[in-house]
């Protein structure tokens, strides 16, 4: 059985990482309220450090690491933006971190990751690959393993942004978060439940990735192996704590298609002048083309992040 | 003579159009701070209502004038935010309004302005077929003008941004404004003047639109027909009053490149997740290309929009 964090992980988390991380603004649209017929808050998580949460998780885990542990540094595999976090955090603790990243990922995020320091260690593309070349980096450095996804302490400091949400808008009917590897929302579902004050959480996922909306309906993990959708921060399964933390906790699950989430990104671009990543604008697309329906509520977004390549738009 | 606005116009101005444009919140980028070893302060008037610092002025000419003057609705001739501006702020005091626009308009910027409910008229391109086409708007509906920039409410509604962004983030030593027809930068010295805190004002041109730097060099008003700069906000020429107020109060205007623009336009979406628009980019490219350099100091840059259209991005 695997540890599954709490929601006093998560105020711990908050207390941990408040120095390291920015509190991000929380913006809504006249346009987006009118259309919906709602009252939307986004939770600009495309303004935090290395431009997505990952962040808070990264730096929850690295500076809960006592002194002993971290003396080797950290390690992870990641082609996105979990890299970045990590080498981020490794970089404020002053310890080494080494990132296993294959061989197609973009040159923007292989630069971000260096630009904090990080040692980029190249492998060929698939889970597998990745695995394989981490395992042959925690072996011959010693250095700690910090999951996307699949950690408590991962789970727990992305729940921080949700707290800060709830805080600062007040009572939330639902909270829509994208879903991934299931890191964001994990602590998103801790912190909603721990708030007490009756918020749903549910997830939205690319229809062309939904692992997590298999999983969650069928009761069980459900793996789909290298899916196609533009929204590269969704491609991965659901971790183990994750599907547990959905299985338990979620109220649904819902997906939307790949023109939906361009058209949702364009339109925060455009509108709300953010840039935002195919990612971030899934749960928007959920909302703007009538996935679900919650006239007259108050519903929270988490907007994961801002990473995209400026050359190679999707419009 | 024409009447020059005053300090007392700006406060003013605040307490008219406070209940109907946004109060813009102010970004920082360490990456920023770093490159010019000062702190920068961006007053994101992109976030602002119609996406430009347009809405202050022309909220603030719509709701001066008494309920005589106004019964026939306003006319201005825009190829751009002002005519979005003015639309909306008609529509909130629901009068008419009618904007004048050449042929050569870009399709987003004619129906931001049909989106307020305002009459688009055509007109041939060029300042002659602009201002006669608007003169017979006016002789056939009786609508009250109100001019893009060389007006006194207009002017003293643009230096509404720079008092938020004095009263936000305490002294600063000096604001850069990019220069285009003078409005924006025409407000913020009598902002900066009246707030007493010895804030200098620097103006920013594109070179290959430097009417500003020239008048202001030769203390006479140059008029530069019809240039060749990105920065589509920034091709007029000075009004009068605006050259009046730059000629008495400004610091220094000085210039940069179109790849400077660009590049600075890039910076800012890509590490700061803000969309804004080349207008805006320029006194952000004065600092990271050196045009001006300040160690030390607190700057603040008026981000004076986000309007681009993002199927033709200049890279």
Same mark, same amino acid.
């Given at each position: 059985?695997?540890?599954?964090?709490?929601?006093?992980?998560?105020?711990?988390?908050?207390?941990?990482?408040?120095g390291y991380v920015h509190r991000t603004p929380v913006h809504s649209s006249s346009t987006l309220n009118a259309v919906t017929q709602a009252q939307?808050?986004?939770?600009?998580?495309?303004?935090q450090r290395v431009g997505a949460f990952k962040a808070r998780g990264a730096c929850n885990a690295v500076f809960a690491l006592d002194d002993?542990?971290?003396?080797?540094?950290?390690?992870?595999?990641?082609?996105?933006?979990?890299?970045?976090?990590l080498a981020l955090a490794a970089m404020i603790r002053n310890v080494p971190a080494h990132v296993v990243m294959p061989?197609?990922?973009?040159?923007?995020?292989?630069?971000?990751v260096r630009h904090y320091q990080a040692k980029v260690v190249n492998c060929d593309p698939g889970m597998r690959n990745r695995e394989e070349a981490l395992a042959r980096v925690i072996q011959e450095t010693g250095a700690h393993m910090v999951h996307p996804y699949d950690d408590s302490l991962v789970i727990a400091g992305q729940g921080t942004?949700?707290?800060?949400?709830?805080?600062?808008v007040g009572g939330l009917d639902v909270i829509l978060v994208?879903?991934?590897?299931?890191?964001?929302?994990?602590?998103?579902?801790?912190?909603?439940?721990?708030?007490?004050?009756?918020? !749903?959480?549910?997830?939205?996922?690319? $229809?062309? @990735? =939904? %692992?997590?909306?298999?999983?969650?309906r069928r009761g069980a993990r459900v793996i789909i192996d290298s899916p196609d959708t533009i929204a590269d921060g969704l491609r991965a399964s659901l971790g183990? !704590?994750?599907?547990?933390?959905?299985? $338990?906790? @979620? =109220? %649904?699950?819902?997906?939307?298609?790949?023109?939906?989430?361009?058209?949702?990104?364009?339109?925060?671009?455009?509108?709300?002048?953010?840039?935002?990543?195919?990612?971030?604008?899934v749960p928007i697309a959920a909302l703007l083309h009538r996935r679900l329906e919650l006239?007259?509520?108050?519903?929270?977004?988490?907007?994961?992040?801002?990473?995209?390549?400026?050359?190679?738009?999707?419009?």
């Open positions: 059985m695997v540890d599954i964090p709490t929601y006093a992980d998560v105020l711990a988390a908050r207390e941990r990482i408040a939307v808050f986004l939770k600009c998580e495309n303004l002993e542990q971290i003396t080797k540094g950290v390690a992870t595999h990641s082609s996105g933006n979990h890299g970045a976090a061989s197609n990922s973009s040159d923007v995020k292989r630069s971000a942004a949700a707290l800060e949400l709830m805080d600062d994208p879903v991934g590897g299931g890191g964001l929302i994990g602590g998103t579902l801790l912190a909603a439940e721990g708030y007490g004050k009756g918020t !749903r959480v549910i997830g939205v996922e690319p $229809r062309q @990735a =939904d %692992d997590a909306r298999q999983s969650f183990e !704590r994750n599907f547990e933390l959905i299985h $338990r906790h @979620a =109220d %649904d699950i819902i997906c939307v298609e790949e023109s939906e989430i361009i058209a949702a990104m364009r339109f925060v671009w455009e509108r709300m002048k953010l840039v935002i990543e195919p990612s971030a604008a006239p007259g509520k108050r519903i929270g977004l988490i907007i994961s992040g801002g990473n995209v390549d400026l050359d190679h738009l999707p419009w």
